[in-house]
């Protein structure tokens, strides 16, 4: 069982910058994929970006240039610096994680934080 804690959501005018943080409760963090996704009210989740254990990392065509994970093992740590925020960014934020090799489906992770909201003004 791991259980994930995510962290830095908050208010931020359109093109600002803000750094999400999940925390994994697992000592063998290092061996997971961690995920990060968000969901816009009305809408479907939305895969944002993957960190896999070996270092490769994946981003939604949206996000690319503008958002970069990270992880931090020796902290069981997972980041999402966020930058040249949109509007449209505008979502709950959540951090996931699964041994497996998952991917951008949301199916494939079976560990879930609780979420964090973001919210970027005009």
């Known amino acids: 069982q791991v259980q994930l804690v995510e962290s830095g959501g908050g208010l931020v005018q359109a093109g600002g910058s803000l750094r999400l943080s999940c925390a994994a409760s697992r000592r063998t963090f290092v061996e997971y994929t961690m995920g990060w996704f968000r969901q816009a009210p009305g809408k479907e989740r939305e895969f944002v970006a993957v960190s896999w254990s070996g270092g490769s990392t994946v981003y939604v065509d949206s996000v690319k240039g503008r958002f970069t994970i990270s992880r931090d093992n020796a902290k069981n740590t997972v980041y999402l610096e966020m930058n040249s925020l949109k509007p449209e960014d505008t979502a709950v934020y959540y951090c996931?994680?699964?041994?497996?090799?998952?991917?951008?489906?949301?199916?494939?992770?079976?560990?879930w934080g609780q979420g964090t909201s973001v919210t970027v003004s005009t």
């Open positions: 996931a994680a699964d041994t497996r090799y998952s991917g951008s489906d949301w199916h494939g992770y079976a560990y």
